[in-house]
Every structure is written in C-alpha cells, then in structure tokens.
C-alpha cells in the first residue's frame, strides 16, 4: 500500500480514468472508505487522501469495501464484454444456421444495438460479417475434402442451394467448382513492375485486387501467385490495369494518400478479423501482436495474430508492416525486414 503522489503514473491512470490501468492496480479514499478501479467515474479524491493497492483483496485487508459504481470486485467492463462477444462468436461457429442479431444479443442479455456495436468494436467486423466469414471458412474446408458441391454447400450449413449460389461470388470470388479445381476457368490479370522496394506484383479478380506481392525477382513472385492460385486463368494486364497497378506503386511509394481500390480479401475469419484490425492502424503508427490481439476480442492468440501476419497476401493495403513486438523490435516481415524498416520510416516522415 501505498499513497498516491501528482508524480505517481498511476495517479496520472486514475486522473484520465483509464480503462487499459484496470486491473493493474486499485485505489482506496481514506473519506469514504471505498477502494476503486483506475476507470471509475465518480467524482475524483485528493491525491493525499488516496491509497494505491496492488490488488482487491489488499484493499480489502485494509479496511476498504467495494465501490457501488465502478464495482472493483466484478470483471472490468471491457472484460465482460470480451467474454460475451467469444460466447457469441462459439454460438455462431457451432449454429447450423446462423443465429438472428435478436437470438444473439438475448443470449448475451443485452440489446440487439448493443450486441451490435460492442461486437463490432472488439472484433473488427458485425456478427454477420463474421458469421458469413465462418461459414465461407466451412465452405472452403468442404470443398476442399472432395465429394460434391451439393454436399459441402449443406455440410457448410447452407440449407438450400438457391441461397448458396445467391452468395457464392462473395464467398469465394468464384464458382464453387471453379474453386474445388483451384480457381480453374477464372481470370485473373496480373502485372509485374518496379517500385523503390524492387520488384512488385499486382494481381486482381473481378472482385478487387488480390495479390500485391514484393520481392527482388520478377518470376519469383509470378510463381508465388501460380502457387496461391494454381489453376486461374492468369492474364497479363492491358493498359487499364497497368494505371491500376501505376496507382498501387504511388500507394507503395506514400502510404498515407490510402488506396481507394476494392480489395479481393480470402481468408479464415481469423485472418479477416486480423487484417481489418490491421487497416484501422494510421499511416505513421505501430501496434504491437499483442495489442492486435487485444483489439480482436482474442488477447491469448498472439502467435495466431502473427501467423494471419504472415498469411497476407496483398503488402501495404493490408499493412502487417505497422506490426511490431511489444520490445518495439521489428519482428519478421514476408517480404523482407529491409521492406518493412523503409515503409515504417516513410511513413513517420509524411
């Protein structure tokens, strides 16, 4: 125990009531004998007449009772909300069909506007985003055992296939067959140009661009899309797609201008979540694995949250460079931690 001084960093928590302090310590006010968590709003004690506890049962020793507002002995606020959103989300993994905003917002007891803006806040996307996400995730699973399409399109919790096929080109970006045999009959063009980072490679569906990949050797990056799309019809571009793909080296060369072009993103719901987490980092910042996983909703899957890093396909629009270890250490990066030191740099300078 101890007793709080202006100079205390957490006197400075308790001042700007700080969510993110909660948890790591607790304070009692000698003039009403309640101990409080950093964040609580009522009304602010004199340093002087404020106690500093490492933990409840300290505070409690000492003669304080829980505060009847910010109640300390209960789970932060931000942490209940995590629990119920990842109950939310196992409800919707194990749903055959996927569950109403009202059936969701009532099991977690609270108001379907609610649900929906708490749910969208920790995760990165609205539960139908996500929901749609994990049953595009089943989908691709199935196909991918074999069998018909008929049968995964029901085995993915798809109950007719009207419904399916009303949604597969947002699913998949492709037929479902075309997809079983590895993007087979489905164009994609692709271009291959210079940036100050050396190489790159641009590729787009019909969608949105699907592939911004970086390297120093221009065939080496052709082969890494035939290898993440081994059967697409690969078409070099016209003089279109080499202004989109001008455009993508000028977002390359000053990230900060942003990239007003569709995306193509395909991935696990895991990995969707990660990579809208990582678009919402400015130009200019770092967030550590750590705090990506924090932002998710999902804060013990750190080495997850690296491996979504390092599954992304399309360099700079998704930024995984922002990405850093909690030390402030760089880390890895797939397209060479040289690239990633110049883009942080760059963008710090704009």
């Known amino acids: 125990m101890t007793t709080a001084t202006l100079n205390d960093s957490r006197w400075a928590a308790i001042v700007a009531r700080d969510p993110q302090a909660d948890g ?95 749910f969208k806040s920790v995760t990165g996307v609205t539960p139908k985003q996500y929901a749609a996400a994990r049953r595009s995730e089943r989908l691709r699973r199935e196909l991918a055992r074999g069998g018909t399409v008929t049968e995964a399109i029901y085995d993915a919790g798809y109950n007719s296939n009207g419904r399916f096929y009303a949604e597969a080109d947002d699913l998949l970006g492709m037929t479902a067959s075309n997809y079983r045999a590895g993007g087979a009959n489905t164009p994609m063009r692709f271009a291959v140009g210079e940036c100050s980072l050396g190489s790159i490679l641009v590729a787009a569906s019909a969608r949105g661009i699907c592939a911004i990949l970086l390297g120093d050797d221009p065939e080496a990056l052709t082969r890494s899309l035939q290898d993440q799309f081994p059967k697409a019809e690969l078409v070099g571009g016209d003089a279109a797609f080499e202004e989109l793909v001008a455009k993508v080296v000028g977002f390359v060369e000053a990230p900060a201008i942003g990239l007003e072009l569709p995306l193509d993103l395909r991935g696990t719901a895991f990995q969707q979540r990660v990579w809208q987490a990582l678009r919402d980092i400015p130009a200019g910042s770092t967030v550590s694995y750590s705090e990506v996983a924090q932002r998710i909703g999902a804060p013990k899957s750190v080495r997850a949250v690296g491996q979504a890093c390092g599954a992304n396909h399309i360099a700079v629009a998704i930024p995984c460079h922002r990405v850093v270890r909690t030390d402030g250490d760089l880390s890895g990066y797939r397209w060479g931690i040289d690239r990633k030191r110049v883009l942080l740099a760059r963008e710090a300078q704009e």
């Open 24 to 118: 790591q310590f607790y304070y009692g006010v000698r003039t009403t004998g309640v101990y409080c968590r950093p964040s609580c709003p009522s009304r602010r004690a004199r340093p002087e007449n404020v106690e500093l506890f490492a933990t409840r049962d300290a505070a409690e020793r000492a003669g304080y009772r829980a505060c009847r507002r910010c109640k300390p002995a209960e789970p932060a606020l931000a942490g209940q909300q995590a629990a119920w959103v990842a109950a939310a989300c196992r409800l919707i993994d194990a749903a055959d069909e996927i569950p109403s905003l009202a059936a969701l917002a009532a099991h977690a007891k609270v108001s379907p506007f609610y649900f929906h803006r708490t």
